[in-house]
């Protein structure tokens, strides 16, 4: 018995226009992070429609070329509050690396730029 479908989709295609980017969503430990681009402005939209703004750069780490999002912070303590004052001390991010120390998991995730840490 043939099953006939009346809306097919072409899903390869729709397959092919998929994002190839691919995020880093750094897990606890001690991580190397090599900026290969000065951060952009993007935001994140959650599934309530509200709207964070963040900067997005691309990275290496271990190796790996990634895309890594983070949210435009309101304190010196921060990822951005730390990664700014860091990069203020330099003029740039491109070219140049940081050591990321991340402990705790999910939202409770706490990151210590270990360069910033005497600013």
């Given amino acids: 018995m043939e099953v006939k479908h009346e809306n097919i989709r072409d899903y390869k295609d729709m397959a092919k226009k998929l994002s190839s980017v691919d995020y880093w969503k750094p897990l606890a430990g001690e991580h190397k992070v ?3 681009t000065e951060p952009e402005p993007t935001e994140y939209t959650d599934t309530e429609g509200n ?3 963040q900067e997005r750069f691309d990275v290496e780490v271990a190796g790996k070329k990634y ?3 983070i949210p435009i912070g309101k304190t010196r303590k921060s990822l951005y509050g730390q990664l700014m004052l860091w990069a203020a001390t330099k003029g740039h991010f491109t070219g140049l690396s940081v050591t990321l120390l991340v402990k705790g998991e999910g939202i409770r995730k706490d990151y210590t730029v270990v360069e910033a840490l005497n600013l």
């Fill in 34 to 36: 090599k900026f290969l």
């Fill in 51 to 53: 709207v964070t703004p």
């Fill in 67 to 69: 895309t890594w999002t």
